[in-house]
């Protein structure tokens, strides 16, 4: 199975701060990395597919970069409602793994 | 527009079947590949597999010898079976559409593994 290691678990900022969260994989994935936010009780939301595209409905302070085995995940200005667990997920081959998460919580 | 709601136990004791079905409303089970997830309470998610109508199935290795994806277009459902549950297998299951990525889910439902 290809292993998704996120970094850092856990985040802590403040509204309008900007955060990275990055996801490495332990082989290559092209660009078949997703971004998903999920908040306490609530199923998972995708927010980018292919590493890059912006899921429709999803705000453009959301970005998202990376190729092969190194990924970001990129809030700009966050906003009250960004505070949630974000997960990176491969679907390069399956088993289609997830990274552990990381908590952003406020500061 | 397009909506998933899981159904089934939410109590299964160790050693029997967990046995969970996701209702598509607004869209038909005849398109796009259907997906089952699960996320241990507190924990991240682990994807258990997919399945297109045409028979196409995907399933992750450490679960294969005990589970079953299947679809029934009459119904428009989609189903989950594993066997030879334990406490391991207590979770939040989650309905999803998609096979590469999952913009579409259900609202999860909690199983117990206990007796």
């Known amino acids: 199975d290809i292993q998704m290691t996120q970094s850092p678990s856990y985040l802590s900022a403040s509204v309008r701060d900007s955060v990275t969260i990055t996801c490495r994989a332990s082989?290559?994935?092209?660009?078949?990395l997703n971004w998903y936010q999920q908040k306490p009780g609530k199923a998972p939301n995708l927010l980018i597919y292919?590493?890059?595209t912006l899921q429709s409905g999803v705000p453009s302070r959301f970005s998202g970069s990376g190729f092969g085995t190194d990924f970001t995940l990129t809030i700009s200005s966050l906003q009250a409602e960004d505070f949630a667990t974000y997960y990176c997920?491969?679907?390069?081959?399956?088993?289609?793994?997830f990274g552990q998460g990381t908590r952003l919580e406020i500061k | 527009q397009v909506q998933l709601q899981e159904s089934g136990p939410g109590l299964v004791k160790p050693s029997e079947t967990l046995s969970l079905t996701c209702t598509v409303s607004?869209?038909?089970?005849?398109?796009?590949?259907w997906s089952w997830i699960r996320q241990p309470p507190g924990k991240g998610l682990e994807w258990i597999g997919y399945?297109?109508?045409?028979?196409?199935?995907k399933y992750s290795p450490s679960l294969t010898s005990r589970v079953t994806i299947s679809i029934d277009t009459s119904k428009n459902q989609f189903s989950l079976k594993l066997t030879s549950v334990t406490a391991a297998d207590t979770a939040i299951y989650y309905c999803?559409?998609?096979?590469?990525?999952?913009?579409?889910w259900g609202q999860g439902t909690l199983v117990t593994v206990s007796s």
């Open positions: 999803a559409r998609g096979d590469h990525n999952y913009p579409l």
């Open positions: 607004g869209g038909s089970v005849s398109s796009y590949y």
């Open positions: 399945m297109y109508h045409s028979g196409t199935i």
């Open positions: 082989q290559t994935i092209s660009s078949y």
């Open positions: 292919g590493a890059s």
């Open positions: 997920q491969q679907s390069y081959t399956t088993p289609h793994t």
